[in-house]
């Protein structure tokens, strides 16, 4: 069957649709409301919020489209009264949630919240104060790579990075702050850039809410303290929020994190009628046990929850300074938003132990200290062609990075040598055009074109043969059909191509920071092409359900290491698959959902360079397992499924319980290391008191699965390896090749599951 699908997928490779994603506002309270239906095309509202006349009011169909279901319980979350305007899906994996939907899950992590995007795993495999991992649609995202998120129109993922292209750390955000999160999947929105080629997802944040605070304690030394307010100041409202965390975890080497976060934003009018101002500042510190060789456990060498390097950790801060603004008239909307933000990061890490230096240990250090700043307009058109109305939307998107990186051995934390430094500048114009032609009232097609021009500069301190200046352009095709609704369903079609930008250092690269060898540049924009087919229904009342089938090509998955400083060049790769999302709300207390993913991934062509590899490494099977030549992407995830049930009205008591499933997952192009299943279930209790006071537990991993988290396989080496002994001896020359030396022992490298844990929160609402 994915055969086929692949086939007719393989057909629509064309051209993408419009970009209308607008917040959904989070309602008060905990009542699971039933879904709700807007008449498309929306009505726009004035500045005093009052409708204007359609002029196609005589002529309206009563034909309807088929809009996200309404905020269900808030699990604690604040509320914020106003609500925005909610504009027709444009593809069947389009997907908006109010932050009361978000807050009624229990969650660990900020980044978690995130879960709610069908078919996406937020994980961890270090310390808490490090950006998470994701994985969508097949991809391992690692720390956000063709993932692209922002928080109130300020981009999260960070180009050119000291860890990893896209990096997306979101640990400045509060959860309870959160109005909206809308979800988008695949290159088929012209007003999506950079990152988005697999999603784009997009939070935004409430305007005003009920004073309130709470106080959360548990396992492992959780500590949690928050509090919000917002009062009217002159004609807006001016919101104040805090929050201050500190968690050890379950490992031998305590994280010891210790963060502190806060918001002040200033807002009048609405989302689609005002403007606001927004001030983050976010500082964070942390010990992290890093994942570790699964030889090293079962031999005892360790324990399960235990560090090789118990020096490795991190600390990061980010303030930013951010405003929106937008206008809604009866003739169009306009909008507009700036950010500038100052980032610094500094993370000790040691993942391959003995295998560079068996003395003082492999070690690095990788510093990123930024600012960024961008400023985005669009308007939109309400028009008519040929009597039929139509809606263009015309955008412009620009940033612009100033970046210092650095990366250098290090021992225990203290500086040993350095692998290189540089200074980049880098810098973005994109420009947008989106057209929504209403042909009938059952069918509209979305077209839609950008183009992104590239610039940077690099300046290697400790390599002048990597220092250059380049630029790049690229234009992306977008098109889309929506048919429907029939029998309260509607039938989607959606292409378009898409790009992720490559680190600059390794677009200018030309020898290995480490040894001088050469190597080969890496291209600065990456082309990527996508379709989709499927189908949202409601024909069941209560039950919101979409089936989507999905076909992903990207030229190269190209990355910049990091963790070597240097360019790592893969093949190209194809993925396809088919997700199923169901959202059933049957009563006003009770909401259940079902989420699957089911994806196939593969790279296509052949790696000569592999099958080098493994012919050098003969004879040491230790070092050669898993070293084959194959099509299999490393980390991509074949099953990702989740399961929901949340209970409970505006008072009295409240639950919710989740399990999320994280298939296996090839490690290695030849398949020969395979991660295991990860299964979690988490759950929630609480009563909400008639004062608005509340008092709730969580409880994570309730089945204390003993999984991994995360896995990988790669080369490593431990004294206690045999062929440390043949690549360092105490006395004379090594007996092993220096490829198997420099490969290592190859082995299944994991982070643990948390053990079960339990969270108490105490909330008071004044």
Known sequence: ????????????????????????????????????????????????NRPKPSAERGRRSTRRAIAPPAAAGDGGSAANASTATQAPISSSSEKNVSGAEVNAWPFSRPAEALEVVPGLIVTQHSGDGKANQYFLRGFNLDHGTDLAISVDGMPVNMRTHAHGQGYADLNFLIPELIRSVNIRKGPYFADEGDFSSVGAVHVSLLDSVKTMASITAGSFGYRRGFGVTSTKLGEGTL????????????????DGLRKLN?????????ATDGFSLTGMAYANKWNSTDQIPSRAVASGEIGLFGALDPSDGGNSSRFSLSGRWAQTGEGGSSKANFYVIRSSLNLWNDFTYLLSDPVSGDQFHQHDDRV?????ASHTFKSRFAGLPMETEIGVQSRYDDIRLDLSNTVRRQFLSPIRSDAVREGSVGLFVQN?????DWLRTNVGWRGDFYQTSVNSFFTPANSDSANAFIGSPKFGVVLGPFARTEFFINAGEGFHSNDARGVMITESPGDGSPLQASPFLVRTK????????????????????????????????????????????????????????????????????????????????QAALYASLAGFPAAQIGNAPGSYIPG??????????????????????????????????????????????????????????????????????????????????????????MCFPAAGLPTAPSAVCQTGVMDRVLHPVEPLAIRLTVEGQF
């Open 1 to 48: 069957m994915l055969f086929r699908v692949e086939i007719v997928l393989a057909g629509l490779m064309a051209v993408v649709p419009d970009a209308a994603a607008q917040d959904v506002a989070a309602v008060a309270g905990a009542t699971a409301l039933p879904p709700v239906e807007v008449i498309a095309p929306q009505p726009r509202r004035d500045a005093g």
């Open 239 to 254: 919101l104040i929020a805090g929050e201050a965390n500190s968690y050890n975890g379950p490992w031998d080497n305590p």
């Open 262 to 270: 806060g918001v002040v934003r200033y807002s009048q009018g609405t």
């Open 372 to 376: 960024l700043g961008g400023i985005n």
């Open 436 to 440: 929504t032609l209403h042909w009938t």
């Open 530 to 609: 996508g379709a989709e087919i499927g189908l949202r229904t409601k024909m069941i009342p209560g039950l919101t359900s979409a089936v989507s089938l999905f076909l992903l090509d990207s030229a190269s998955e190209i990355l910049f290491v990091g963790d070597a400083g240097d360019t790592v060049a893969s093949r190209p790769s194809r993925r396809y698959g088919i997700e199923w999302t169901n959202d059933y709300r049957p009563l006003s207390w009770l909401s259940l959902e079902g989420d699957i993913a089911v994806t196939h991934a593969r790279f296509r062509g052949d790696d000569p360079d």
């Open 636 to 725: 991509a995830p074949n099953v990702i499924a989740s399961a929901g049930i949340t209970l409970g009205e505006k008072t009295g008591w409240f639950s919710a319980l989740r399990y999320r499933y994280f298939g296996p997952r090839p490690l290695t192009e030849d398949g020969a290391f395979v991660s295991p299943a990860t299964g979690l279930l988490n759950g929630r209790l609480g009563y909400r008191f008639d004062n608005g006071w509340r008092i709730q537990l969580d409880a994570f991993n309730i089945l204390n699965s003993r999984s991994d988290q995360i896995s990988y396989a790669y080369g490593s080496l431990l004294r206690s390896d045999a062929l440390f002994a």
